[in-house]
């Protein structure tokens, strides 16, 4: 079954930068579209990104549009998010997982599996 294990998570200042892994445990993921997710305490799970197979079709919520940049690399089976400009309404446990498709990130990651164990970001001052 497929793993993925977050991290490159941490404390940084407002307007700092933090750049997430995804590692999966096997080539396989690399058919599969990736997304990242967070949740703070008290909120739902928020769709962040998601990135497709193939054309790696990218996809970002409005909230991180122009400050945050997903990637992957297939020769290390692994996906990135690039986050900058952070704020602190960013901090929260940031989650990948994967799926078919990009389509239902938003709304429906309840469709996404082979769920990590998170990695913390806190954006403070």
Not at 84 to 97: G, H, I, R, W
Request: glycine letters at 12%; one cysteine or more.
């Amino acid at each position: 079954q497929l793993q993925l294990v977050e991290s490159g998570g941490g404390l940084v200042q407002p307007g700092g930068s933090l750049r997430l892994s995804c590692a999966a445990s096997d080539a396989f993921v690399n058919r599969l579209a990736i997304g990242w997710f967070r949740q703070a305490p008290g909120k739902e799970r928020e769709g962040v990104s998601c990135i497709s197979s193939g054309d790696g079709s990218t996809n970002y919520a409005d909230s991180v549009k122009g400050r945050f940049t997903i990637s992957r690399d297939n020769a290390r089976n692994t996906v990135y998010l690039q986050m900058n400009s952070l704020k602190p309404e960013d901090t929260a446990v940031y989650y990948c997982a994967a799926n078919y498709y990009c389509r239902d990130y938003g709304s429906h990651s309840n469709l996404f599996g082979s769920w990590g164990q998170g990695t913390q970001v806190t954006v403070s001052s």
